[in-house]
């Protein structure tokens, strides 16, 4: 099982983002992934006033570029996350496209990042976005996987209860900045792995210090014995493990 971890620069620009995004999707399935997985918020600047005005409905331009795209070169999708419209709630969403474009999963973060670090960063999702309830997992031809949104990682029961599901693999959109990134990103990554006793495959946006959000980077395979099988830097990238 080859997964390609996108590690890609978001633009202001969505149309922009979304065709950078099925470039590398092709440039990955090229290089022969059976997954290809995008980061937390791929087509949007991850800021509170961005959400809506970037978000789109169940099936919207995002989401159908992806589908189309994952029967196109038959691989398994793991769309990084959206804004996800719905009425008057909107989600941080990720969804999952198997070979055939079928939506096989989706996931709403279940945990908003709501922090305020004396000295670091403050952000509040939940100004914005609502939460999602659901723990989630999806069947493949590699076996039962689960899927959560960075800061739903550092709940470490979500996890558990995916693995309880049959979780191999545990898919993680994310954006880490440039506070919790350094402190806690590969710590994080390697305990959830260690613990559960399933590899995290985790990708971020990549670095851009001139951007409205500062991700850290380093989109990561960590594995069952608490190693990386593969890393990235800060840079746009694409990691194959």
């Known amino acids: 099982m080859r997964i390609a971890l996108i590690q890609m620069p978001v633009l202001p620009d969505k149309v922009k983002n979304i065709q950078t995004a099925c470039g590398k999707i092709r440039e990955a399935a090229k290089n022969g992934a059976d997954f290809a997985v995008l980061p937390e918020m791929f087509c ?6 961005c959400f809506r005005p970037y978000g789109e409905p169940e099936g919207g331009e995002a989401q159908a570029a992806l589908s189309a795209l994952a029967a196109e070169r038959k691989l398994y999708l793991v769309g990084g996350t959206v804004p996800e419209l719905a009425g008057d709630q909107g ?12 939506q096989l999963a989706k996931h709403r973060k279940a945990h908003l990042f709501d922090i305020d670090v004396q000295g670091g960063q403050r952000f509040r ?3 914005t976005l609502s939460p999602g309830n659901a723990i989630t997992t999806f069947e493949t ?22 693995c309880l599901r049959g979780a191999k693999v545990i898919f993680v959109p994310a954006a880490f900045n440039m506070t919790t990134g350094p402190a806690h990103w590969d710590l994080t990554m390697r305990a959830r792995a260690l613990d559960n006793q399933v590899y995290f495959a985790a990708v ?3 670095r851009d210090m001139k951007g409205v959000y500062r991700a850290y980077g380093s989109s990561c395979i960590a594995t069952p014995w608490g ?8 840079k746009e990238t694409i990691v194959y493990g």
């Open 91 to 102: 989600y941080n969403t990720s969804y999952v496209y198997g070979p055939d474009g079928r």
């Open 227 to 234: 190693e990386f099988l593969a890393k990235a830097d800060e």
């Open 204 to 206: 971020s946006p990549a």
């Open 125 to 127: 999702e939940s100004d």
């Open 141 to 162: 031809a590699f076996g039962t996987m689960g899927l959560c949104v960075c800061f739903d990682l550092r709940f470490e029961e979500l996890a558990r209860c995916m």
């Open 44 to 49: 949007c600047p991850y800021d509170n006033s």
